[in-house]
């Protein structure tokens, strides 16, 4: 069965500062990978998804990588605003039609301003 | 936009009781999804269906049953609610079909307390 790590759980930054939030699947046979963003009480808002056979996506500051064989995928988020604070959750596809995903716990970002 | 909505944003229901969580897409989607979401545990998905009136239990799908009568509607079923169920309660759809891309959406999220 998939798992799902995220590292750190928490992270907090000066506003300005580049950064990196990690992921890492056990299972590295996924089609594909969504990164999604999740404000306190809400739900989750779709940021980058990223193919199998891809090894990066971008959007505006945000650019996610994929490693599949190594079962690692990073987003980089990069001149980091107070807007930015939010909880960031990496799910991994495994099976290609399952449409199934599979959550890791997240990373809390805090961004001070 | 995709929109995904959900029928209520706070719901406090009784011990015993029949709870609907009902969900709505307005974007034609094939694939849509239960989670639920709880400290510690993250996303576990509880049912999905990619087609109206078909179904497929997730990865905890005891307690609950889903209806997909209409392809824009996705219904969640607590037969007898416990407090175990005390929850965030999100769902989701997407396109599904062959498309190669399989963004899911999310509704805003229901919380459920059960007394």
């Known amino acids: 069965k998939q798992e799902v790590t995220q590292i750190p759980a928490a992270l907090s930054v000066p506003e300005g500062e580049n950064l990196v939030l990690n992921c890492s699947f056990t299972d590295s046979a996924i089609y594909n990978l969504q990164w999604f963003r999740q404000d306190p009480g809400k739900g989750l808002t779709s940021l980058l998804l990223?193919?199998?056979?891809?090894r990066e996506q971008t959007s505006g500051r945000l650019n996610a990588s994929l490693d599949k064989s190594s079962g690692r995928s990073t987003l980089y988020i990069a001149a980091s605003q107070p807007g930015d604070s939010a909880t960031y959750l990496c799910a991994p596809n495994v099976l290609a039609g399952s449409y199934q995903l599979t959550f890791g716990k997240g990373t809390k970002l805090s961004v001070i301003p | 936009d995709v929109k995904v909505t959900q029928s209520s944003r706070y719901l406090v229901k009784r011990t015993g009781e029949k709870v609907f969580l009902e969900c709505v897409q307005d974007m034609d989607h094939e694939n849509m999804f239960w989670y639920r979401q709880d400290p510690g545990l993250g996303l576990r998905l509880i049912y999905f269906s990619y087609d109206v009136k078909m179904k497929e239990k997730g990865d905890i799908p005891e307690g609950y049953s889903v209806s997909r009568e209409k392809k824009e509607r996705f219904s969640l079923i607590l037969e007898s609610a416990s407090t175990n169920q005390t929850s965030m309660y999100l769902c989701?759809?997407?396109?599904?079909?062959?498309?190669?891309?399989?963004?899911?959406?999310f509704g805003p999220g229901t919380r459920l307390l059960v007394l």
């Open positions: 989701a759809s997407s396109l599904g079909g062959s498309k190669v891309s399989e963004t899911q959406y």
């Open positions: 990223i193919q199998s056979s891809q």
